[in-house]
């Protein structure tokens, strides 16, 4: 139930294509859903977080769509550059301050 | 700057000495918690502080201790290390433990 589902495991996109990752989680008090860039020899960094009383959140670039009856959450990268290789994790939790579960990973890789 | 500061940055040890890692962070936050990071399993928990004193156990605590005696320091114990052990190690806070986390750049532990 704690287990927060991620892919693709890579991705491979043009440079000013669209990235799309997608996340699938269980436990339905998860009332919080960051993504995270990391690059090589780095920690995590947040990129962008939702929170599920909104469906989309944009910054810049970035856009969470977030559908609350399927708990799926999506990542979208527009116009991806090569600057956005990099691993993206997704995770969830909730305000009891109890586990930040992680998924997997997704390793991103745009060609210029 | 704010920051999460993790030492040491690499480690290399042998099994059964017991080691500690530590972790500060300045930005006041509540909550602090521990990952390991292993290829193909993305990031888990291990122990989290909701506060001073406040400690639990997160997806992976067997063979690590924490502890929190003041805010900005969460220190990891590994009292007889073994070689599974061996990983990437990252600290991370949180102004609560429904936020998103600072993550620090990480301590990569080899147990030979």
């Known amino acids: 139930q704690q287990q927060v589902k991620q892919s693709p495991q890579s991705l491979i996109v043009q440079k000013g294509g669209i990235s799309i990752i997608n996340c699938a989680y269980e436990n339905t008090a998860f009332d919080y859903f960051p993504w995270y860039q990391q690059f090589p020899g780095k920690g995590p960094a947040l990129l962008i977080a939702?929170?599920?009383?909104?469906s989309e959140k944009k910054e810049g670039r970035f856009t969470i769509s977030f559908n609350k009856s399927a708990k799926q959450f999506s990542l979208h990268i527009m116009d991806s550059q090569p600057g956005d290789s990099a691993t993206y994790f997704c995770a969830a939790t909730h305000n009891y301050g109890q586990n930040f579960v992680f998924g997997p990973g997704t390793r991103l890789s745009v060609l210029p | 700057e704010a920051q999460v500061t993790q030492n040491p940055r690499y480690l290399i040890t042998v099994t059964g000495k017991k080691l500690t890692v530590t972790c500060s962070q300045n930005?006041?936050?509540?909550?602090m918690s521990w990952y390991r990071q292993d290829p193909g399993l993305g990031l888990r928990q291990i122990y989290y502080s909701m506060n001073v004193e406040v400690t639990d156990k997160g997806d992976v605590p067997e063979g690590y201790k924490v502890s929190r005696k003041e805010k900005r320091n969460f220190p990891l114990i590994l009292e007889s290390p073994s070689p599974n052990q061996t990983s990437l190690y990252f600290c991370?806070?949180?102004?609560?433990?429904?936020?998103?986390?600072?993550f620090g750049q990480g301590t990569r532990l080899t147990v030979v």
């Open positions: 930005m006041n936050h509540e909550y």
């Open positions: 991370a806070s949180s102004r609560t433990g429904g936020e998103a986390a600072f």
């Open positions: 939702i929170r599920p009383d909104v």
